[in-house]
């Protein structure tokens, strides 16, 4: 009876290893190729943008999302393996966004300076400045011509910043009701200027540039109140991530896709010598 149960044991074993071979010969992978691990997937990057920020993230005429900063960061994802996830954001929600994961970084225009212990940034990429902007035919001419005017911005923006800090006390008490108006989107603050019910405001250089090339002899840049840079911000930790993008983007630097993609942008106010990343 022991041989019998001994002689069956044998076979028993004999028919689990033919059935490993087989399972190992059937296997979809190329020959040679090495299959990914059980449970791997390609890291998806998640981009919080602000929709109404031309030319570097804003809704097409068809729909999609485009613009500068989104074919950069689908450049990155492209090199690095990483799927690329686009996600409109409420620019005064970005901090919770990061925090609580929604999203992986803001990437749109997102000035660096002032914030510099508050993200995990990359290297700053493009040089930018916070300006204000009048209609052209207004008589508006400088900073002093906006004593009683109504001047606004965007809400939680660098260009409310500028202004908030002290050494702007005295010129934003000369505004209309001796405060800076702000509102949810630039494209919001500009349909106020155009439609009068505002006179003036601050913004990004890219912005004024975007407006200015889109409505020639409309409007005026007539003061430059600050310069500052862009960069990619990420949440407290993620410094290795942010790290491997600014890595990324000098390889686009060395190629000359960088300069590409800025060049697309030409006629919305980019410039390649606005970029500083190198």
Sequence with gaps: MKKKFTVLATLA?????SVALMAGCSSDEPAGGDAPADGEEAMTLVVGFDAGYPPYGYIADDGSYVGLDLDLAAEVCERNGWALETTPIDWDAKDALL????????????????????YAWTEPYMLNAQVMVVKADSGIASLEDLAGKNVITQVESAALDVLEAEENAALVASF????VQTI???NDAFMQ???????AV?????????????NPDVYTQIAELSAEHYAVGFKLGNEDLAAQVTATLKEMVADGTAQQIC??????????EGWCLK
């Design 13 to 17: 074993a004999a028919l689990c290893m």
């Design 99 to 118: 925090n609580d994961g929604s999203i992986t970084c803001v990437w749109n225009g997102f000035t660096y300076e002032g914030r510099e212990d508050l």
């Design 176 to 179: 209309a009701n001796g405060a």
């Design 184 to 186: 949810a989107t630039y």
């Design 193 to 199: 200027l155009e439609t009068g019910l505002v006179d």
């Design 202 to 214: 601050a913004c990004d250089l890219s912005i004024a540039a975007f407006q200015m090339a889109a």
């Design 263 to 272: 060049e697309k942008y030409a006629d919305q106010g980019i410039t390649w």
